[in-house]
């Protein structure tokens, strides 16, 4: 097998379609007799349609259909998990939250149809004033946790406390967040009988496909979803969303192809956001360091209707060795739109802890480094099970060095240039990854001895398309340029959802096994084929790179891929089905420096420094990518981002990226980024496991814990904005 394919700084395989405009995204699909449809959203958040008016709509020249609960095609309540609402909107006049969708428009073209929409007149009976306060609703039990039991505890948190020398206790809030991927969320639907085609931007297209099946009740073999390319997700088009079986349920209606494309003041309410939060923690350790017990419940809002909550507590009950600990996960029930993942699920907590660390480390006055290097744990202290690896110290001290902590004056306040304060603040990175069903692949071998492999993932625009090309060149010992990577096609074998960083090891797990079965296949071939020059040569001294078989005993004897494959006489096809991926865990350090103008209270991230363990690193300029999006992310979730809601309405007032900021170009300062690049032994993806979420956890905490130690005032309310900390 090839030794130096995996690993490289390989460019995206497919980035010249990406850049030249040919690649293909849901909304650029066209096709014959094509229509477009635009929803109408509800302007209450608690109550129903009293009357609703849709003659002016209905007059708009190219208008095909309008409608609403009282005419749209009944379709059946999903159950499979990838749709979390208990209803689909246009069955019934109940509304649940503002930005609701109560009707759907069908015309000629998308201006005709946002046109209808606008003139639709609705009347409401409003069932009382909404509530959208988290501090002034019942706390209850979510139906589900976001991932494992609500209630997490270990040993014995009191006598743990009572054993402390040192002990802190915060409480944090975090706003409601929302994903703003640059592509919007969209859906072309085209019946042919009673089967149906759904062009989807999906993190999961076998999961719309099980949801559209449901909805439409027709066999799973009868609904067929592509999505070839995504211009981002961050979690929102990981589940299915009502506006896909509206449009497939439109499309069915009307005998013709339909397709949906969300605006973008839309995906603030149809798509899932980033729950708000607010948490409590506690933290008790000895004079040396070793913490002794944790105490921490975390409170986040769901809708009246929501089956699950999603911001989740992995980082509290896995990271450090802590031997008593609780962790409680909380509900409170308002008007409001579904929560959903967001990029990194397990941020809200990580966050959490890793400023109350800092907190920690401050009266105790010790090394944040070393406080963290002294309650450090090889194992999932939820499970007690050893991860595969875990290169943790080894991040703290090369980040620490190429950061130069050293130099680092511990007193807050203390450090300047100018008229700026300086601060240097540190946290972990970590996330899970993996732990969900795996990946089945099919590799076809042509008889011109190029591989092709297929398999029902999706790419993000992470670079799944080329690791795996990687992978593939990497064990079959070809050139990548004789490898095709096709995804995005859910007749392709399964493969799980892109999302709670499985990707990398699933779907390469997948690429592995079914380039080493055919590997092994085309080995036998050689030795046994006529006029092979490796006939009778013991297939356990073959070896491939380059595209050729080769004698490990005499390397000249050698022959090609595309000999062995042409004498072959027809494509050889292999398939491996999906296997569990192991849970993994990719950690790393970082380290931030801030300025902060004391008088006007303006923070600025002007240095950071991360080095991180993701196992085997695929490709370098991919993962590095990640690293430099999931510190960008860090810095916007820190210092920008919230999403505003007016509290008499429960309505979102800022739902555009006008009104929510974002971080632009010259926020983003220079960013350095260092990898272990060791090959974690629990994973079959080469050693690799996911990494793509695991960059923005800890870049909060770090910038919060610099600007405590640029001013000495401790923020524990994000966003950190400048009346904060004047």
């Not at 409480?171 to 042919?192: D, F, G, K, L, R």
């Not at 739109?337 to 006055?365: G, K, N, W, Y």
């Not at 194992?379 to 060095?401: F, I, K, P, T, V």
Request: net charge neutral; hydrophobic share 40%; charged share 20%.
């Amino acid at each position: 097998m090839n030794t130096d394919v995996v690993g490289r700084a390989l460019s995206r395989v497919e980035s010249r379609l990406k850049v030249t405009g040919e690649a293909e995204y849901t909304a650029d699909v066209r096709l014959p007799r094509l229509v477009h449809a635009f929803m109408a959203l509800s302007t209450i958040a608690r109550g129903r349609i009293a009357r609703i008016d849709v003659r002016a709509a209905e007059a708009v020249g190219g208008v095909i259909a309008v409608y609403t609960h009282e005419t749209m095609p009944r379709v059946a309540q999903p159950v499979h998990r990838p749709y979390f609402k208990r209803y689909v909107p246009i069955q019934t006049p109940e509304i649940h939250h503002a930005g609701e969708p109560i009707a759907l428009v069908v015309a000629r073209t998308l201006e005709q149809a946002q046109r209808a929409a606008e003139l639709i007149e609705v009347e409401y009976d409003a069932a009382g004033e909404p509530q959208s306060d988290l501090s002034a609703g019942e706390v209850s039990s979510p139906p589900t946790g976001p991932d494992g039991p609500n209630t997490h505890e270990r040993g014995d948190v009191p006598a743990g406390m009572a054993q402390a020398d040192v002990r802190v206790k915060a409480e944090y809030t975090i706003p409601m967040q929302h994903h703003n991927p640059i592509e919007p969320h969209a859906t072309t639907a085209v019946w042919e009988g009673s089967k149906v085609l759904v062009y989807e931007s999906t993190q999961g297209v076998d999961n719309t496909r099980h949801v559209v099946s449901e909805a439409m009740g027709v066999p799973l073999a009868d609904v067929r979803v592509i999505s070839r390319f995504l211009g981002g997700g961050f979690g929102s088009k990981g589940p299915v969303w009502p506006h896909t079986i509206l449009t497939c349920a439109a499309a069915r209606a009307l005998g013709r192809p339909v397709k949906l494309v969300l605006s973008r003041a839309q995906m603030y309410s149809c798509n899932g956001h980033r729950a708000q939060t607010r948490q409590t923690i506690e933290i008790g350790a000895r004079r040396d360091g070793r913490i002794t017990a944790l105490d921490h419940a975390i409170v986040q809002q769901v809708t009246r209707e929501d089956i699950a909550a999603f911001n989740s507590s992995e980082p509290i009950r896995m990271l450090y060795d802590i031997p008593n600990l609780s962790n409680k996960q909380r509900v409170v029930r308002l008007d409001m739109p579904t929560q959903s993942f967001i990029r990194s699920p397990e941020a809200c907590t990580s966050h959490v802890l890793e400023t109350a660390l800092d907190e920690l480390a401050h009266a105790m006055a010790m090394d944040p480094v070393e406080l963290r290097k002294r309650n450090w744990s090889s194992r999932n202290m939820e499970s007690g099970e050893e991860w595969g690896s875990n290169h943790l110290r080894e991040c703290y001290d090369r980040a620490a060095s190429v950061f130069g902590w050293s130099r680092r004056n511990p007193r807050p306040g203390s450090m300047h240039e100018g008229d700026e304060l300086v601060g240097w603040g540190m946290a972990t990175s970590s996330h899970t990854a993996g732990g969900r069903p795996g990946a089945g692949a099919r590799m076809t071998l042509g008889t011109d001895g190029r591989a092709l492999i297929q398999v029902g993932t999706q790419d993000n625009g992470t670079g799944t398309y080329t690791i795996m090309t990687q992978i593939a060149g990497e064990v079959l010992g070809v050139p990548v340029s004789d490898v095709t990577f096709e995804l995005g096609d859910s007749a392709f074998p399964l493969s799980y959802t892109s999302g709670a960083s499985t990707t990398a090891p699933g779907v390469g797990s997948a690429v592995n096994r079914v380039c080493t079965t055919a590997r092994k296949a085309v080995i036998d071939l050689a030795v046994a084929q006529p006029a092979s020059p490796l006939r009778g040569v013991p297939a356990e001294r073959v070896d491939t790179a380059d595209g050729h078989l080769f004698d490990t005993a005499d390397p000249r004897t050698r022959v090609s891929y595309r000999s062995v494959a042409g004498h072959a006489g027809k494509p050889l096809t292999f398939q491996v089905e999906p296997t569990d991926t192991p849970l993994g865990y990719s950690v790393g350090a970082v380290f931030v420096e801030v300025r902060v103008n004391p008088l006007l209270g303006r923070i600025r991230v002007t240095r950071v420094a991360g080095c991180y363990d993701p196992g085997t690193v695929l490709n370098r300029k991919t993962a590095r990518s990640q690293v430099l999006g999931g510190v960008i992310w860090g810095i916007g979730f820190t210092l920008f981002e919230h999403t505003l809601v007016d509290p008499a309405t429960a309505r979102i007032v800022n739902p555009n990226l006008s009104g929510y900021l974002l971080p632009v170009n010259a926020d983003v300062p220079d960013i350095q980024v260092q990898f272990i690049d060791k090959p974690d032994p629990a994973s079959d993806a080469l050693g690799a496991r996911g990494f793509g979420e695991t960059p923005m956890t800890g870049v909060t905490a770090a910038i919060a814990n610099a600007v405590f130690h640029a001013t000495g005032k401790r923020l524990r309310d994000l966003p950190l904005t400048q009346d904060k900390l004047l």
